[in-house]
């Protein structure tokens, strides 16, 4: 009887066993396993609203503005001022950032940024996000005075340390109406949505 019960808890036992070792070859380990990186949306961030010249700095990686009196450090990664889009990196900044503009593209499959096509910002009327309508990321309709995303661009950022991120502006008014009011509307304010990638390198997905 004894030896009964001894085999039925080694069959148990080797069972089990087995068991564990189908578990553990069919499901890979942590190390293995790719996590979707956060998709991050800034909110109504203001850009020079009071007309006042300055620009509204800004961090990827910490998705934070940054203050005014760290403008000439590598603290941050992109600034907003108007419709101006300047990038941390080039002869006349501090940092290595750079930026491409990708167009008919979208922003929830864009898996790898580019190898090639990358700018600088080499003067302040030679920017890597060119200024003007139809030039990067938006368009002007002088008739109802309404500046507009053009659908399926994504700017390629390469932050002030290296990094990269993909970013697509939403909206350049006030709580992003779907259809703004050119002459009504808060313009100057930004809502964008972005992905970063903090190890360095150009896969944003």
Same mark, same amino acid.
């Not at 070792?21 to 990186?37: F, I, K, R, V, Y």
């Not at 167009?103 to 090639?116: H, R, V």
């Not at 139809?134 to 390629?156: D, E, F, H, K, M």
């Given at each position: 009887?004894?030896?009964?019960?001894?085999?039925?808890?080694?069959?148990?036992?080797?069972?089990?066993?087995?068991?564990?070792?189908?578990?553990?070859?069919?499901?890979?380990?942590?190390?293995?396993?790719?996590?979707?990186?956060?998709?991050?949306?800034? #909110?109504?961030?203001?850009?020079?609203?009071?007309?006042?010249?300055?620009?509204?700095?800004?961090?990827? #990686?910490?998705?934070?503005?940054?203050?005014?009196?760290?403008?000439?450090?590598?603290?941050?990664?992109?600034?907003? #001022?108007?419709?101006?889009?300047?990038?941390?990196?080039?002869?006349?900044?501090?940092?290595?950032?750079?930026?491409?503009?990708?167009?008919?593209?979208?922003?929830?499959?864009?898996?790898?940024?580019?190898?090639?096509?990358?700018?600088?910002?080499?003067?302040?009327?030679?920017?890597?996000?060119?200024?003007?309508?139809?030039?990067?990321?938006?368009?002007?309709?002088?008739?109802?005075?309404?500046?507009?995303?053009?659908?399926?661009?994504?700017?390629?950022?390469?932050?002030?340390?290296?990094?990269?991120?993909?970013?697509?502006?939403?909206?350049?008014?006030?709580?992003?109406?779907?259809?703004?009011?050119?002459?009504?509307?808060?313009?100057?304010?930004?809502?964008?949505?972005?992905?970063?990638?903090?190890?360095?390198? #150009?896969?944003?997905?």
């Amino acid at each position: 009887m004894k030896s009964n019960t001894k085999r039925i808890l080694l069959f148990i036992s080797l069972a089990l066993t087995g068991l564990a070792c189908g578990e553990s070859n069919n499901n890979p380990s942590g190390s293995q396993m790719q996590t979707a990186l956060p998709v991050r949306t800034i #909110r109504n961030l203001q850009a020079d609203t009071a007309n006042t010249g300055r620009f509204t700095f800004f961090s990827l #990686r910490d998705s934070a503005i940054v203050p005014n009196s760290d403008s000439a450090t590598a603290r941050w990664d992109i600034a907003f #001022r108007a419709t101006t889009i300047i990038i941390n990196g080039g002869p006349i900044r501090f940092g290595q950032g750079g930026a491409v503009v990708l167009t008919g593209t979208d922003f929830n499959t864009l898996e790898t940024l580019p190898e090639t096509g990358w700018r600088v910002d080499s003067s302040a009327t030679s920017l890597a996000i060119p200024v003007g309508s139809g030039r990067a990321w938006y368009n002007y309709n002088q008739q109802t005075n309404v500046i507009s995303p053009i659908p399926g661009v994504v700017l390629g950022i390469r932050t002030a340390d290296g990094r990269y991120a993909k970013l697509q502006i939403l909206s350049y008014y006030l709580n992003a109406p779907a259809n703004p009011d050119g002459f009504a509307d808060r313009a100057r304010v930004y809502t964008f949505r972005y992905v970063f990638q903090p190890n360095g390198s #150009r896969t944003v997905k």
